[in-house]
Nanobody
Framework: QVQLVESGGGLVHTGDSLTLSCAAS????????MGWFRQAPGKEREFVGG????????YYSDSVKGRFAISRDNSKNTAYLQMNTLNPEDTAVYYC????????????????WGQGTQVTVSS
């Protein structure tokens, strides 16, 4: 089992950058593919991006491609979401999630979730 804790959210302005962290418990972090999702008020949870076990493969939703970057440090049991050129449409609660398999971007494919961290982008 994996427990996930996100951090790094906050209030920023349009065009700013922000990095979120996802700290995982346990010694098997490198066995899990990681994903980032977000959920804005009144909207469904949206896939942001994912990374495979060793961090060599990443993929992103079209809405963040070229602006966001996912990485991981298995020695620190931590995954990261680097967000650049933020705009108000990026305002949401951001969640990290973990699963054994890689590739399926749907939320139901993920087994473990963090509690989320709020990111608010003001215009």
């Amino acid at each position: 089992q994996v427990q996930l804790v996100e951090s790094g959210g906050g209030l920023v302005h349009t065009g700013d950058s922000l990095t979120l962290s996802c700290a995982a418990s346990g010694r098997t972090f490198s066995s899990y593919a990681m994903g980032w999702f977000r959920q804005a008020p009144g909207k469904e949870r949206e896939f942001v991006g994912g990374i495979n076990w060793l961090g060599r493969i990443t993929y992103y939703s079209d809405s963040v491609k070229g602006r966001f970057a996912i990485s991981r440090d298995n020695s620190k049991n931590t995954a990261y979401l680097q967000m650049n050129t933020l705009n108000p449409e990026d305002t949401a609660v951001y969640y990290c999630a973990a699963k054994r398999t890689f590739g399926d971007p749907t939320a139901t494919a993920y087994d473990y979730w963090g509690q989320g961290t709020q990111v608010t982008v003001s215009s």
